[in-house]
């Protein structure tokens, strides 16, 4: 009998160690049928959602419902990537060739200020960010043998190249994907990740000193015309970076991959359940568990153990993914919103 008591309690134990976040998900009522590819969570309340049409939505009831917002000149611009600074103003960025690349800022109710226009017709902006109210970064195709990197210190009010002298040469057709807002991050003391691809390319440039300097690391995931690294989400120093072969829809390659170290090295991870690219990213922490979730085209996975398992949790056709917490969002096409929650 003596040693059922020590049984019990290792028992116990044992039960309560394998115990993981699992998600929910809920789908929302959306006021669109627009494709919307890029998710800003302010806080619980208050998140932004942009995307084709010159369209973009927003909750300030977590997720309840959701307020319609356009562009006054037209559908023609395409918002892949938007920044709430707060649940009445934000910057937006429409993607396109030459000036179809602007960065706006929108303040309710309907004040819109243009604060760029891409002059070269070789541009493409692909995604923005920012560290705190006053300093952002934005990402294009390159320009001119260097990556194309954009700096603001006014909230974006107004943008200018960052100075290339320490900055690596760009590859021949490296750029970003600009699919889900995510191909630079922003992380705490000036740090950035941007994320490149296509043309054969496939690495990260990395700054520690809001853009002013920039190293760069290589990737492992696959590489190609149309391949490389979509997405990469920090939390602290633990970073998930997806991609793949937007090429091939059907089969697995090399499209996930995990940092311990801030970036200074990356392990592929195991082999997802979802076949295809992923093209939006995300990784939070709560209840000292780390969680990280995918999406593309053909679905959504996550992972509690960086990468060792991954399991599906939607299959729909999903650009957008984000998480503060334990609660976010994936966004995607037909106007599509999925909360998703955690819980222990």
């Excluded at 700054?207 to 190293?215: L, P």
Aim: aromatic share 10%.
């Amino acid at each position: 009998m003596k040693y059922l008591f020590v049984l019990i309690p290792i028992l116990l134990l044992t039960h309560c160690s394998t115990k993981q976040l699992e998600p929910t998900i809920e789908p929302l009522e959306s006021p669109t049928e627009s494709l919307l590819q890029a998710i800003s969570i302010v806080d619980e309340n208050t998140t932004w959602i942009s995307g084709h049409d010159a369209t973009f939505v927003r909750t300030r009831d977590a997720g309840e419902s959701w307020e319609l917002f356009n562009h006054p000149t037209g559908d023609s611009l395409q918002f892949r990537d938007v920044h709430g600074f707060n649940e009445s103003k934000a910057v937006l960025m429409s993607a396109g060739p030459g000036s179809l690349s602007r960065i706006f800022t929108f303040t309710e109710p309907n004040q819109w200020e243009e604060n760029f226009v891409m002059q070269d017709s070789l541009g493409f902006l692909d995604c923005i960010d920012f560290w705190d109210n006053q300093r952002g970064i934005a990402y294009g195709d390159a320009i001119d043998d260097y990556p194309y990197i954009l700096l603001t210190s006014d909230g974006g009010k107004s943008w200018n190249r960052a100075d290339t002298v320490n900055m690596p040469l760009a590859g021949n057709g490296e750029g970003g994907f600009a699919a889900s807002g995510t191909c630079v991050t922003t992380g705490e003391n000036g740090k950035a990740w941007i994320a490149t691809g296509a043309g054969g390319n496939c690495r990260f440039l990395i700054t520690e000193d809001y853009g002013q300097s920039w190293k760069e690391i290589s990737s492992p995931l696959v590489t190609g015309d149309a391949a490389g690294n979509t997405s990469v989400s920090f939390i602290g120093d633990i970073g998930v970076v997806t991609g793949g072969d937007l090429l091939i829809s059907d089969d697995y390659t090399n499209n996930c991959a995990f940092s311990m170290d801030g970036g200074a090295t990356w392990k592929l991870s195991n082999q997802p359940q979802t076949v295809g690219a992923f093209y939006g990213s995300t990784i939070t922490k709560t209840d000292n568990e780390t969680f990280a979730i995918v999406c593309g085209p053909n679905g959504i996975d996550y992972t509690v153990d960086l990468g060792q398992n991954w399991i599906n949790l939607d299959s729909a056709n999903y650009w957008a993914i984000s998480m503060k917490g334990k609660v976010g969002y994936a966004s995607g096409t037909d106007g599509k919103i999925l909360r998703i929650s955690l819980q222990l």
